[in-house]
């Protein structure tokens, strides 16, 4: 069992910048696959960044030169700075982590971007 929870979501302007962490327990994290998803009200939920317990990095376009996914495998967390924020980055945010075929996800944290 792998337990996840949010820290770092607000309010900011656009063009802010703000860094989400998710803390993990419950397993050894090093060897998670860690996941952002993030799901804005009626739309569905969106894969915007993950990171392999190598390092090797995904992001989704829409995001990609602003946000920066990373990890730190002694602190059992992984964070996701978002920089040049956009209204549209608007959305709750959710870690999530994959273990041997077994997903675990966070509550979510809000971003709100205003313009």
């Known amino acids: 069992q792998v337990q996840l929870v949010e820290f770092g979501g607000g309010l900011v302007q656009a063009g802010g910048s703000l860094r989400l962490s998710c803390a993990a327990s419950g397993s050894p994290f090093s060897i998670n696959v860690m996941q952002w998803y993030r799901q804005a009200p009626g739309k569905q939920r969106e894969l915007v960044a993950s990171i392999t317990p190598g390092g090797s990095t995904f992001y989704q376009d829409s995001v990609k030169g602003r946000f920066t996914i990373s990890r730190d495998n002694t602190k059992n967390t992984a964070y996701l700075q978002m920089n040049g924020l956009k209204p549209e980055d608007t959305a709750v945010y959710y870690c999530?982590?994959?273990?041997?075929?077994?997903?675990?996800w966070g509550q979510g944290t809000q971003v709100t971007v205003s313009s």
């Open positions: 999530k982590a994959l273990r041997s075929g077994a997903e675990y």
